[in-house]
């Protein structure tokens, strides 16, 4: 529940806050919940009385105008001056370290994230990020993540602007994206091996990164970080730094299709193209047409989908790029499975395979191969499909790719449910299960959970069924994804035919 108002608040009159609960919510997050902003709010409250709270809200909602709009004539209310009590306590280095945060652009931000913004090392800048939160300018709302209001957010931004130069400020924007696009293509080449190295400029001294090991240490980083994307992704192309633009957001790509997130995916495609376009860089808008093309496809937005990757394709083509041209076509593969066209998307799988082959792409060829196998069962190859999709399952393997073996247990399945092997198909999917569950590919499990219920019923054990679609529904609300409905539908319908 909310905090309770204070009693500078209840002196207001209890009918009036009674009358307007959300407008009094409102305002005490706006206040941050301080003592002093909350008694400047219920001091404008009662100075005019005919105004509704609502209306105070709404004037406070601007956080640029919210440290002037607390102002109610009195020196010594005012909030500025109070936040300078604690900012004139600090160090040096952790007053620095609350000016630049201001340039942050999500909720919480990480040590080594910090520490790229003031170009320190990690310790020393734990040691400042720990001042203020001590001094209460900042939170830790999670072991070694921090966060500050908005209020004290446009306080350290005035800072910033009268105490940092231009210059400064650009620096310390410069590393922080450094932090973010480094970390990230790490990332996604652990999460995806199959995914291709971008030819990324050296790191700004300075910059720290995340360390990361293994797949699901990157997953985590992602999934930590994921609310920073789509602001760092804007304020780059903002900030004139497209190239950081359109590679942070093909360095995110992966790990949003398979987390779901795709209409942020999209969005941030978005503007990677027209980053890519302003700084003249035809192979970052192939690229990011065919992740935008991935993302519609996600999003069931198949003319879209087809529409981008064929663009992607040309300027593949025009670029001399196999491993982007087989990328396009092994997509364009699955969009024409999704629209029925499944002669066309054993022709697009073959087209890729070629391709990648030509590239001597290893993990581009496991890819492909799933695909091949995939389209195969569609068509009633059962048995050629498990033959691709065995050589697929050797490739990721030797290549170390965990999603691309899970996606192929999932292939080899389907390919044993359609031929009669229900034992062989359990196996598979439950294979694909664990992979997916260790590493938090939540759609692609949902997925799998349905064929796995469906193999099930159709051995005839249809309380395992309903038990492994129960499953993938928590999922798939989750995700806010149509397949949901879809699922209740038939699981209803099936309960009514068995009672």
């Given at each position: ?11 207001g ?19 941050a ?19 509704s ?8 909602r ?30 040096d ?16 931000i ?11 090392e ?13 001094a ?11 966060a ?15 105490e940092?130069?231009e ?6 924007l ?17 999460l ?42 804007d ?21 949003c299709?398979?987390a ?10 978005v503007?990677a193209?027209?980053?890519?376009e ?43 790029d ?8 092994n ?13 066309e ?7 890729a ?5 030509e ?10 191969l799933?695909?091949i196998g ?56 439950q294979?694909?299960?664990d ?13 799998t959970?349905?064929?796995l ?19 993938a ?20 319908e ?6």
């Amino acid at each position: 529940p909310p905090p309770k108002p204070t009693t500078c608040w209840r002196a207001g009159g209890p009918e009036r806050l009674a009358a307007e609960p959300q407008a009094v919510s409102d305002l005490l997050e706006m206040s941050a919940h301080l003592p002093l902003a909350l008694s400047i709010v219920a001091a404008r409250a009662t100075l005019t009385p005919a105004r509704s709270l609502t209306e105070l809200a709404g004037q406070l909602r601007d956080v640029r105008d919210r440290l002037h709009a607390l102002d109610i004539g009195d020196a010594s209310v005012d909030l500025s001056a109070v936040f300078s009590w604690s900012y004139r306590t600090l160090s040096d280095a952790a007053a620095r370290m609350f000016r630049l945060l201001s340039l942050h652009p999500g909720p919480v931000i990480s040590v080594p994230a910090a520490a790229s913004l003031v170009g320190t090392e990690r310790g020393q800048a734990r040691a400042a990020l720990s001042e203020l939160v001590r001094a209460q300018l900042l939170t830790e709302p999670s072991a070694g993540r921090f966060a500050y209001h908005d209020l004290l957010r446009a306080y350290s931004t005035d800072n910033a602007h009268l105490e940092e130069t231009e210059q400064s400020r650009r620096e310390a924007l410069h590393r922080m994206l450094d932090h973010y696009l480094h970390t990230a293509h790490v990332a996604a080449l652990l999460l995806n091996p199959p995914n291709d190295q971008l030819s990324l400029a050296e790191p700004q001294p300075g910059v720290a990164m995340a360390e990361l090991i293994d797949d699901e240490q990157a997953w985590q980083w992602f999934t930590a970080e994921r609310p920073v994307f789509p602001a760092a992704i804007d304020l780059a192309a903002a900030a004139g730094f497209d190239t950081h633009a359109w590679q942070l957001a093909y360095s995110v790509a992966s790990f949003c299709v398979r987390a779901g997130h795709w209409t942020q995916m999209a969005a941030a495609q978005v503007v990677a193209i027209a980053a890519a376009e302003r700084s003249g860089e035809p192979d970052g808008q192939a690229s990011s047409l065919r992740e935008l093309g991935r993302a519609y496809m996600r999003l069931g937005r198949y003319p879209d989908a087809k529409d981008s990757l064929h663009r992607a394709l040309a300027l593949d083509k025009q670029l001399g790029d196999l491993t982007g041209q087989a990328r396009s076509y092994n997509n364009l593969g699955i969009v024409s499975h999704a629209l029925g066209a499944q002669e066309e998307a054993l022709e697009h799988g073959m087209a890729a395979y070629a391709l990648f082959h030509e590239a001597g792409h290893q993990a581009g060829q496991a890819d492909a191969l799933n695909a091949i196998g995939w389209m195969q069962t569609q068509l009633g190859q059962h048995v050629d499909a498990l033959r691709h999709c065995g050589k697929a399952l050797e490739l990721h393997r030797v290549v170390g790719s965990r999603h691309g073996e899970a996606d192929t247990w999932d292939s080899l399945g389907y390919a044993h449910h359609n031929l009669g092997e229900h034992e062989q198909a359990v196996t598979c999917f439950q294979n694909a299960l664990d992979l997916y569950q260790k590493l938090g590919s939540r759609h692609p499990q949902a997925d799998t959970l349905i064929r796995l219920g469906n193999t099930h019923q159709d051995s005839g054990d249809v309380q395992a069924a309903h038990r492994v679609w129960q499953q993938a529904l928590p999922i798939l609300d989750d995700l806010h994804h149509p397949d949901a409905d879809l699922l209740r539908a038939r699981m209803a319908e099936h309960r009514a035919q068995t009672s």
